[in-house]
C-alpha cells in the first residue's frame, strides 16, 4: 500500500539517515583505532619485558658456571695438596688422574663461561631497540588519541546537526506513515529506504509491478514486496 509521503521527503530522510550512519561509523572507527594502537604499546612492551628477563637468565646462567668454575678450581687445588701426603704411588696417581679430569673439566666450564657471555652480550643488544619500538608505539598511540578526539568534537557537532534536521523532517511526516517509517528505520536503519533502480528496487533488485510503478509515478511512496524498503523515485 502506498504511503501519504512524499517521494521528495523520503528522499531527504534517506539522505540524512546515511549521513548520520556514516557519522557514527566514522565515530566508531576512533575507538578501534585507539585500540589498535594501545595493543601496539602492550606488545613493545611485552617484547622490551621479555628482553629483560632474558638478560636476567642470560647473568644467571653465567653466575652458576663462575660459581661452578669457583668450586672446580678450589677441588684442583685441594687435590693437589694432597699430592705431597700421597703414601703409595698408585695413590698419587690415581689424584693425579682426578686432577686430569677436573681441568678438563674447568676447561669446558670456560668455554661455556664464554658463550654464556657472547649469549649476554648478543641479548643486552636487544634492549635499545626493544625500548625504542616502546617508545614509538606509545608516541603514535599519543598522536593517534589526539587526532581521534579531535574529530570526534567535529563528528559529534555534524551529528547533532544532522540529528536536529532528521527530526525535523520526520516530524514532517503524517503520524500513520511514520509509525511505518519509524518501525522500518529500527529494523534496517539507513537501509531501510530505496530509490527506484529501472522497474527494480534499489535494495533487493526486485523487479516491481506495474501497479507499484504506476503509484510511483504519481509521487506516492511503496514499500517493497521483496525486502520491505520504503522506495521512491529519484526524478
Known amino acids: 500500500m502506498a504511503l501519504a509521503v512524499s517521494a521528495d521527503a523520503l528522499r531527504t530522510l534517506h539522505r540524512l539517515q546515511r549521513q548520520m550512519t556514516d557519522l557514527r561509523e566514522q565515530l566508531a572507527a576512533g575507538p578501534r583505532q585507539l585500540a589498535v594502537g594501545s595493543k601496539q604499546v602492550e606488545a613493545a612492551e611485552s617484547a622490551h619485558a621479555a628482553t629483560l628477563d632474558e638478560i636476567k637468565k642470560a647473568k644467571m646462567a653465567v653466575d652458576q658456571k663462575q660459581l661452578q668454575l669457583r668450586s672446580a678450581e678450589s677441588k684442583i687445588l685441594d687435590l693437589e695438596a694432597k699430592l705431597n701426603a700421597c703414601k703409595t704411588n698408585r695413590e698419587y696417581q690415581t689424584l693425579r688422574d682426578q686432577i686430569a679430569a677436573d681441568r678438563m673439566a674447568t676447561k ?128
Open 108 to 235: 669446558v666450564l670456560e668455554d661455556e663461561i664464554l658463550e654464556a657471555l657472547d649469549r649476554l652480550d648478543t641479548v643486552k643488544r636487544n634492549v635499545a631497540p626493544a625500548e625504542a619500538e616502546v617508545a614509538a608505539a606509545k608516541k603514535r598511540l599519543s598522536e593517534t588519541r589526539a587526532k581521534v578526539d579531535g574529530e570526534a568534537t567535529r563528528l559529534e557537532a555534524e551529528v547533532a546537526r544532522i540529528r536536529a534536521d532528521l527530526d525535523s523532517a520526520e516530524n514532517d511526516l503524517p503520524h500513520d506513515s511514520r509509525e511505518v517509517y519509524h518501525r522500518i528505520v529500527k529494523s534496517k536503519g539507513a537501509d531501510a529506504m530505496a530509490a527506484v533502480e529501472g522497474e527494480s528496487c534499489g535494495g533487493c533488485f526486485q523487479q516491481l509491478t506495474g501497479n507499484m510503478l504506476a503509484e510511483l509515478s504519481m509521487g506516492r511512496v511503496v514499500p517493497c514486496r521483496g525486502c520491505g524498503c520504503l522506495l521512491y523515485v529519484t526524478t
